[in-house]
């Protein structure tokens, strides 16, 4: 009897969770892959979908290069899985990534991962296709013709010779990887924001700081609860969209313009074209300039 009891036991706390969670894996793969294309012959790479809901999101995160090396000994250069709340495919070697980059809106389309499509928003070009996408590069390149950037150079000029004089008039020596990459940001801020170089010095270290911060979180789960990463990377985004509306409110209000920047740019075609203009472009156009941490220590420096 007693031995009976303990059998009992140990099915009803050990072996019968464990049952539960291996069948509870399986629907879970079950049902991702019954979700496929239905127009799609081809057959499924191999792989593991992971544990329901989450995938393998958190060995990604906990094990980095170790998670991605033991998947391809185990699968080889192909393989699915399901990472920040979408199944997957990873493909890896020269060839297969040719196949890719070539068959784009042929083979594959372009889609980023939840989080980065909800910080950044619908309207960047990266979260665009076809016609729509090909319209939009084609006004964000305007501001970055031949003509435009000859308008570009004197802010450049400017800011290079502001930061070698600060340079220069340092006693230590200077780090040259972080000042270099707050030199462009700076750069960044004054071209795409039409940022005054007064408002640099009272606003810069606020806005790396929360550009950082978006970047940091752009891949995230995509849960916006108080401290996960996607509510951080959302307030991070917010208080960069408050700073360029505040310019864009001075370049409508008719402000003293003296370098025309590409937010100018930018504003102007969307009048003479009657399309809406989008914080969201500007947003995704400053994501081609990531900055530095003032506080970045580098090995290169130079006395």
């Not at 016609?131 to 031949?146: G, L, V, Y």
């Not at 006693?171 to 000042?179: A, H, I, Q, R, W």
């Not at 074209?273 to 947003?283: A, G, K, N, T």
């Amino acid at each position: 009897m007693a031995l009976n009891t303990l059998v009992a036991t140990l099915l009803c706390t050990i072996v019968l969770p464990i049952f539960l969670f291996l069948v509870a894996v399986k629907l879970w793969e079950v049902y991702l892959i019954r979700g496929r294309d239905p127009s799609c012959r081809a057959s499924l790479p191999p792989g593991s979908m992971g544990l329901p809901f989450i995938g393998e999101t958190l060995q990604l995160l906990l094990q980095r290069r170790k998670f991605l090396q033991m998947k391809r000994r185990k699968y080889g250069c192909i393989y699915r899985t399901h990472l920040f709340g979408n199944p997957t495919v990873r493909v890896m070697g020269a060839n297969n990534v040719r196949q890719i980059l070539l068959g784009e809106h042929k083979l594959v389309a372009v889609q980023w991962p939840a989080s980065v499509r909800t910080i950044l928003g619908s309207d960047t070009l990266s979260n665009m296709h076809g016609t729509q996408h090909k319209n939009k590069k084609k006004a964000i390149m305007r501001a970055f013709s031949r003509d435009a950037l000859e308008h570009y150079i004197p802010v450049i000029q400017e800011e290079v010779r502001s930061a070698v004089t600060e340079w220069l008039e340092k006693d230590s020596y200077v780090l040259v990887y972080p000042e270099m990459k707050r030199l462009m940001f700076r750069i960044a801020m004054r071209i795409l924001l039409g940022f005054d170089p007064d408002q640099i010095k009272t606003d810069e270290q606020e806005l790396v700081e929360a550009f950082e911060e978006m970047i940091k979180n752009l891949f995230s789960l995509p849960v916006d609860v108080p401290f996960s990463g996607l509510y951080r990377g959302l307030k991070a985004r917010n208080l960069i969209h408050s700073k360029i509306e505040e310019n864009i409110q001075k370049k409508i209000d008719g402000g003293e313009v003296k370098h025309r920047d590409a937010l100018q740019q930018l504003i102007e075609i969307s009048r003479n074209s009657d399309e809406p203009f989008s914080m969201q472009v500007i947003l995704s156009t400053l994501y081609m300039y990531p900055p530095s941490s003032t506080t970045e220590t580098s090995r290169s420096a130079c006395r």
